[in-house]
């Protein structure tokens, strides 16, 4: 393999980058964030990331440019990296900002069906609902194996509300308490105050996985016409 001028220079840079960003004081300029993307530098990904969050956490006072230019790269970035690289990078931290992580994998097509499973094992289940209608940058084989055992789990969700009796003007009543601990009448199937089932999932949630079930259905559609091709 023949490699050019420029491949090395790029790769000496991306190695200065690497140490210069473990630096806290450290952030990329708008000239360097645009090369850094346009050259899809592998490696900085979790660094830069770091920055994104951290420059999210500063306060106005404290705030100058390359902050606001770490806020505005960032996404660009991301969406111009291997897509394992920007998938690793983002879902293996979604606590620190979840809202960051979320807006980020919806804005780069970073849905990944192994590591939403993942995340809806570990009590995540809002990150993956606020997700599930995320259209992915590609899909293939693999990906719709994951797909169908997010699909199974989202359809076995265990019951965080209740139904139990309570005391009323006439007498005991059965009575919905929703995973919010708001009280509605036993037939309701959505909280009238915050709208959740006794899953925790919302009526668009509903719709939403719906629709992704129907995603799932044109892939496997897809997979299977290209396999008998």
Not at 9 to 19: N, S, V
Not at 23 to 37: A, E, L
Not at 54 to 68: E, G, K, P, Y
Request: a negative charge.
């Amino acid at each position: 393999m023949i490699f050019s001028a420029r491949d090395i220079k790029t790769e000496e840079l991306r190695q200065r980058y690497m140490e210069l960003l473990q630096r806290v004081d450290v952030y990329p300029t708008k000239s360097n964030w645009q090369y850094i993307s346009e050259s899809g530098m592998r490696g900085l990904c979790r660094l830069l990331y770091g920055k994104y969050l951290t420059a999210l956490t500063i306060d106005d006072s404290d705030r100058d440019t390359l902050h606001d230019v770490a806020v505005e790269e960032f996404p660009r970035y991301l969406a111009s990296v291997e897509f394992q690289e920007a998938i690793d990078t983002i879902y293996d931290d979604v606590d620190t900002d979840t809202g960051a992580a979320v807006k980020l994998i919806r804005e780069c097509g970073l849905f990944d069906a192994r590591r939403l499973l993942m995340l809806l094992s570990q009590n995540h289940m809002r990150l993956v609902l606020n997700v599930i209608d995320v259209y992915r940058r590609e899909y293939d084989e693999t990906e719709l194996v994951a797909m169908k055992r997010l699909a199974s789990a989202l359809d076995e969700l265990p019951e965080l509300g209740r139904i139990e009796s309570r005391q009323g003007i006439f007498g005991r009543q059965a009575r919905y308490i929703c995973p919010a601990g708001h009280t509605n009448p036993a037939d309701s199937i959505y909280c009238s105050h915050c709208g959740l089932d006794i899953c925790g999932v919302s009526e668009e949630d509903r719709t939403n996985i719906e629709l992704f079930k129907k995603r799932m259905q044109a892939l496997e559609y897809l997979v299977e016409e290209t396999s008998e091709s």
